[in-house]
Antibody
Framework: EVQLVESGGGLVQPGGSLRLSCAAS????????MTWVRQAPGKGLEWVSG????????YYADSVKGRFTFSRDNSKNTLYLQMNSLRAEDTAVYYC?????????WGQGTLVTVSS | EIVMTQSPATLSVSPGERATLSCRAS??????LVWYQQKPGQAPRFLIY???TRATGIPARFSGSGSGTEFTLTISSLQSEDFAVYYC?????????FGQGTKLEIK
């Protein structure tokens, strides 16, 4: 059974940093590209970033480019989203998802709140 | 970036009736489009990929059509569990982009 479990969310002040993790199991992690999607409270889905299976290629939404870094450790079956220079508008539930075309499996999300 | 526009924002339909949801891309995305369903407090659920192929385990009452810039999700006979928010997303270009969603509510 495919499982994706996000962690690392919490309350952070504007300008601060946070690192999210996503632990994957139930599939051959190193064979699949992965994705982060976020959802602000009461709002729609926003694609954040994608990473290739090897980690060599990454793509970002303009809203996070230069502030967020997506990486992976295939030996640990884990994804990381390093978020710097956080803003109030980054407040959202962050989901990791399998694949970067259609995302066929999703975690339950971790809430990031940026507030003073 | 490609802008995805869904219509209507809210659709009121009675159980047992057909629902038709639309998604338009600001430029061609070929058939590289997916549909998701999301219920309150839950992660999105993968419904349709390649514009028209149902994902594993998705009931046959869900169907997708279209290519290029115009896409449709049809639910042939609405069940109580189908009332939710539906999103389209293109995966033809970077960055990937979602539509703003259509809320399907009980009439």
């Amino acid at each position: 059974e495919v499982q994706l479990v996000e962690s690392g969310g919490g309350l952070v002040q504007p300008g601060g940093s946070l690192r999210l993790s996503c632990a994957a199991s139930g599939f051959t992690f190193s064979s699949f590209a992965m994705t982060w999607v976020r959802q602000a409270p009461g709002k729609g889905l926003e694609w954040v970033s994608g990473i290739s299976s090897s980690g060599d290629s990454t793509y970002y939404a303009d809203s996070v480019k230069g502030r967020f870094t997506f990486s992976r450790d295939n030996s640990k079956n884990t994804l990381y989203l390093q978020m710097n220079s956080l803003r109030a508008e980054d407040t959202a539930v962050y989901y990791c998802a399998k694949n970067w075309g259609g995302a066929d499996y999703w975690g339950q999300g971790t809430l990031v709140t940026v507030s003073s | 970036e490609i802008v995805m526009t869904q219509s209507p924002a809210t659709l009121s339909v009675s159980p047992g009736e057909r629902a038709t949801l639309s998604c338009r891309a600001s430029q061609s995305v070929s058939s590289n489009l997916v549909w998701y369903q999301q219920k309150p407090g839950q992660a999105p659920r993968f419904l349709i990929y390649g514009a028209s192929t149902r994902a594993t385990g998705i009931p046959a009452r869900f169907s997708g059509s279209g290519s290029g810039t115009e896409f449709t999700l049809t639910i042939s006979s609405l069940q109580s569990e189908d009332f939710a928010v539906y999103y389209c997303q293109q995966y033809n270009n970077w960055p990937r982009t979602f539509g703003q969603g259509t809320k399907l509510e009980i009439k």
